[in-house]
């Protein structure tokens, strides 16, 4: 998947806007034989409020994201594992009961990033360009679309995740439970939802729908999607 620069608008004296590049977002910076790290968020903590806090993002990304990657660390420590790519990894274990701590956890470190990462302060709205017009070939039309999204987001039986993917050229929303991930399947993932507890409780206790709406609306970026695309 391509690294994916984004374009955002700062607010100027006067009330005018102008375009400027965000910081580049890769998809899991981190290298074969390197432990894995933590990465940088690409925005501030309190960045996507009021869908999702600081006090969220404090535990869902400093101590949950932070847990699987320093578990997986001491999973693969000494083992051939420690030599992979966070990719490699879970398509090594993916099929292998033997090594289910080791997927369930570096499936939720990417997981996780990779939400992150589907995210912008300036999400939301609706998609244009190649994504747009795969989204109208596909679905119909955006509303369909983002329908079936919300519907994979909130049907979603317990802790889980749903996604928009590209599945052999064509664009799907599918969704899966635990720590599972579309890479496992040989899907391509365009954007992540997440929805463990963990990620909207703080914010919206038991009402996962307003969650799910509220990422979909205001969160969504749309141009990471798009950069997700093959070429």
Same mark, same amino acid.
């Given at each position: 998947?391509?690294?994916?620069?984004?374009?955002?608008?700062?607010?100027?004296?006067?009330?005018?806007?102008?375009?400027?590049?965000?910081?580049?977002?890769?998809?899991?910076?981190?290298?074969?034989?390197?432990?894995?790290?933590?990465?940088?968020?690409?925005?501030?903590?309190?960045?996507?409020?009021?869908?999702?806090?600081?006090?969220?993002?404090?535990?869902?990304?400093?101590?949950?994201?932070?847990?699987?990657?320093?578990?997986?660390?001491?999973?693969?420590?000494?083992?051939?594992?420690?030599?992979?790519?966070?990719?490699?990894?879970?398509?090594? /274990? %993916?099929?292998?009961?033997?090594? =289910? #701590?080791?997927?369930?956890?570096?499936?939720? *470190?990417?997981?996780? +990033?990779?939400?992150?990462?589907?995210?912008?302060?300036?999400?939301?709205?609706?998609?244009?360009?190649?994504?747009?017009?795969?989204?109208?070939?596909?679905?119909?039309?955006?509303?369909?679309?983002?329908?079936?999204?919300?519907?994979?987001?909130?049907?979603?039986?317990?802790?889980?995740?749903?996604?928009?993917?590209?599945?052999?050229?064509?664009?799907?929303?599918?969704? /899966? %439970?635990?720590?599972?991930?579309? =890479? #496992?399947?040989?899907?391509?993932?365009?954007? *992540?939802?997440?929805? +463990?507890?963990?990620?909207?409780?703080?914010?919206?206790?038991?009402?996962?729908?307003?969650?799910?709406?509220?990422?979909?609306?205001?969160?969504?970026?749309?141009?990471?999607?798009?950069?997700?695309?093959?070429?």
């Amino acid at each position: 998947m391509s690294d994916h620069t984004g374009i955002r608008e700062q607010r100027q004296p006067g009330g005018s806007t102008r375009k400027s590049k965000a910081p580049a977002k890769t998809v899991f910076p981190m290298k074969a034989g390197a432990p894995i790290a933590l990465p940088e968020l690409p925005y501030a903590m309190d960045a996507l409020a009021p869908t999702i806090s600081r006090e969220t993002m404090g535990y869902h990304y400093g101590k949950h994201h932070k847990s699987y990657v320093d578990k997986l660390n001491g999973l693969i420590a000494k083992t051939p594992y420690a030599e992979m790519t966070l990719e490699k990894i879970i398509e090594a /274990t %993916a099929r292998d009961a033997a090594k =289910i #701590a080791i997927f369930n956890n570096a499936a939720q *470190a990417w997981n996780h +990033w990779f939400f992150w990462l589907s995210m912008s302060p300036n999400g939301g709205g609706k998609p244009g360009g190649r994504l747009a017009r795969k989204i109208e070939e596909d679905f119909g039309d955006f509303e369909s679309f983002a329908n079936e999204l919300k519907q994979a987001a909130v049907g979603q039986f317990g802790s889980g995740w749903a996604w928009v993917v590209l599945d052999k050229g064509k664009l799907k929303v599918t969704k /899966t %439970a635990n720590a599972d991930t579309p =890479i #496992a399947h040989g899907m391509t993932p365009l954007l *992540a939802v997440d929805v +463990w507890e963990h990620a909207y409780y703080l914010d919206f206790q038991n009402r996962r729908a307003d969650y799910v709406d509220a990422v979909i609306e205001h969160l969504l970026d749309w141009e990471f999607a798009q950069q997700n695309m093959p070429a």
